[in-house]
């Protein structure tokens, strides 16, 4: 239920070094409205904000990895009940498809 929030995100994968280097999400109304590096606040240069996740996305991200992957984990925020960890596996015979994503600091506006 939350509308104005912020947290730190970073995935571990076969990704560009964008994805993987930690960064803070603002979100409002269900819109990011900022990405900045968490280590210097400076904005992503090759990604848009779009391409990273709100809380509601990692939620629907969370639940087609419960119906499709071929293994998934999945932790929760004791405080908001977010997803704290998602690790994903999408497909057994693929190399270098599995994802962890990684939502920290958590924080209501």
Known sequence: NM?????NFRASCFCI???????????????????????????????VPE????????????????????????KYDNAYGNPSEISIDWNLQTADDEVTFYITNMKKN
């Open 17 to 47: 070094d964008e994805w993987v280097r930690e960064v803070r999400v603002s979100v409002n109304n269900d819109t990011i409205k900022s990405v900045l590096f968490a280590d210097d606040n400076l904005p992503p240069q090759k990604l």
């Open 3 to 7: 509308v104005s929030y912020e947290f």
């Open 51 to 74: 391409q990273w996740h709100t809380i509601n996305a990692l939620f629907d991200l969370s639940k087609t990895a419960v119906e499709e992957a071929h293994q998934f984990e999945i």
